[in-house]
């Protein structure tokens, strides 16, 4: 459907949801009639309705003391105008009202966010696939506040509308709710490829969708940067390398991953997508670039992604038993979100097109990180020792060497500064949503048979 046609149909149906609101609604739309109670209406002579004309507030009868005087009367009709004047404003109110119910009603509507202009030579039509999610979100804020046309793509399987909500009513921001899985056609210069599910819980959960999401997702897209002729960055991950035998990983150790885990869904998916876009690079000419992003953190993680970071703020802002998979020797290296989007941003626009790591070398065993969380939250809770995940990596640092010399780019932002801020957001989170009860280790658990209620 064209731009044009389909703003027609929207305003048709806003006309339309006008006029089905006055008729469903004839009393704050019609000065004339307003409902009446029922015990007002039972001591009148009518018994068919009990629509009364509004005058009937202001029967002469019950105003008997200012029927008397010239000025008495000239102020009942200045009370008459006055109310007129209120009903015409509440009119208004509720007209306005029955328009955003009808059209996307956010805790933001109307506003639209600005943003500077860009020259058309400058301007971009900007692809995110997976826009909706933690690290999608943060990267749209990125470049709609350059100034690009963005256009986000998800199928919302672990996104959230709310991620992008202050940019719906934004002439310069798309949203289409589509599963990569499928083709589709758009018109665009770069493609950030994300979509798909990141936290072990999410891609464990249905891992038949999550490696059709790493392959055929990715092949569609390759197949349109390929058409338009656009550059295309996907983010791979750490997992790539398995479980390392090399430590810290450079971007050429091959890893160490098990074909046939319970990880391997993503890990493998993640592989076959890399080789897919040096595939379409070398038999194509496809512009590619390759992110392999360590574990990052920030506002937007879904409370119930079941991530140590997400698990263990929530848990010690509530006090309860942060848990611990294994004895928590094994390590992980953590980064804030925003240094993340920074990275990608500046791989995108850099000639550099081989593999880069995204990632905070700051490297932390999961036992004294669950310690650090307790120590920034001011915490009571207990630590809990749960049995170990399978396949858990046992250690996991990026060598950033790459990238600070091939695109500049290296964290700016202390653990310290972005735990705190991602702690502020979860605060906020449970003041809005109560408890909330983290994903556990055996949620992702594929379910056979007899268990499948
Ligand atoms: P996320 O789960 O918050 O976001 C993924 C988004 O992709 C969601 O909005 C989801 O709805 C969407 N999606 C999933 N399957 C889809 C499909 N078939 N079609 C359309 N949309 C689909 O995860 P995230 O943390 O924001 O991760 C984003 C990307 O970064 C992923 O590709 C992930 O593999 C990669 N990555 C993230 C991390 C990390 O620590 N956050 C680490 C390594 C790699
Ligand atoms: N982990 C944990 N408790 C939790 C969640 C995770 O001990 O509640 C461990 C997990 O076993 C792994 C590490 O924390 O060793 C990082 O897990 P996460 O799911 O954040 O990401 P991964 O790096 O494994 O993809």
Redesign the pocket.
């Known amino acids: 459907m064209s731009s044009s046609s389909s703003s027609l149909t929207l305003v048709a149906m806003l006309v339309c949801g006008v006029g089905i609101g006055y008729f469903l609604h004839p009393a704050p739309l019609n000065p004339q009639y307003r409902f009446t109670s029922s015990s007002s209406s039972s001591s009148s002579s009518s018994t068919t309705s009990n629509l009364a004309p509004i005058q009937e507030e202001f029967n002469p009868l019950s105003y008997s003391s200012i029927q008397s005087s010239n000025d008495d009367q000239r102020r009942l009709r200045q009370v008459d105008q006055l109310s007129e004047q209120d009903l015409t404003q509440e009119r208004f109110v509720e007209a306005q009202k029955l328009l955003s119910s009808q059209s996307v009603p956010t805790s933001t509507t109307p506003q639209v966010m600005k943003t500077p202009h860009l020259p058309d030579a400058k301007r971009m039509k900007i692809l995110v ?8 979100s943060h990267l749209v804020d990125k470049l709609m506040m350059e100034g690009h046309e963005v256009i986000v ?7 959230q509308k709310k991620n992008v909500e202050h940019w719906l009513h934004h002439p310069k921001f798309s949203l289409i709710v ?4 499928e083709q589709m056609m758009l018109e665009v210069d770069q493609i950030y490829h ?6 072990p819980p ?1 891609y464990q959960y249905n891992p038949v ?1 999550t490696i ?2 790493s392959t055929m ?1 990715t092949i569609n897209m390759l197949g349109l940067a390929k058409r338009v002729k656009a550059r295309m960055l996907l ?5 790539v390398y398995g479980d390392p035998k090399v430590h810290p990983q450079p971007e050429s150790y091959w890893g160490n991953v098990n074909t046939i885990g319970p990880r391997s869904c ?1 890990d493998e998916g ?1 592989r076959v997508a890399e080789t897919m876009m040096y595939s379409y690079r070398n038999q194509n000419n496809v512009e590619v670039r390759v992110a392999r ?5 920030g506002p937007r ?2 409370p119930n ?1 079941g ?1 140590v970071v997400s698990n263990f703020i929530i848990q010690a802002l509530q006090d309860k038993p942060l848990t611990i998979y294994g004895d928590g020797t094994q390590t992980r290296s953590f980064q804030y979100v925003s240094d993340l989007v920074d990275g990608l941003h500046a791989l995108m626009n850099h000639d550099y097109d081989q593999p880069v790591n995204l990632g905070n070398p700051d490297e932390y065993s999961v036992g004294n990180f669950a310690k650090y969380i307790k120590e920034l939250t001011k915490s009571k809770s207990e630590i809990l020792f749960l049995e170990a995940s399978e396949d858990d990596p046992t250690q996991r640092k990026p060598d950033i060497t790459v990238a600070k010399k091939e695109i500049g780019w290296y964290p700016k932002v202390k653990v310290e500064d972005g735990l705190k801020s991602a702690i502020d957001y979860f605060q906020r989170v449970l003041d809005e949503s109560g408890e909330i009860i983290p994903t556990g280790p055996g949620a992702a658990k594929p379910k056979h048979g007899s268990e499948i209620k």
């Open positions: 696939t997976g826009g909706a999610g933690f690290v999608g793509v998800d199928n919302f399987f672990t996104g589509h599963d990569v899985t994300l979509a798909c599910p990141a936290s999410h969708k059709k999401t997702g983010t791979s991950t750490s997992e993503y993640k992003i360590f574990n990052t953190f993680m879904h992604d991530r």
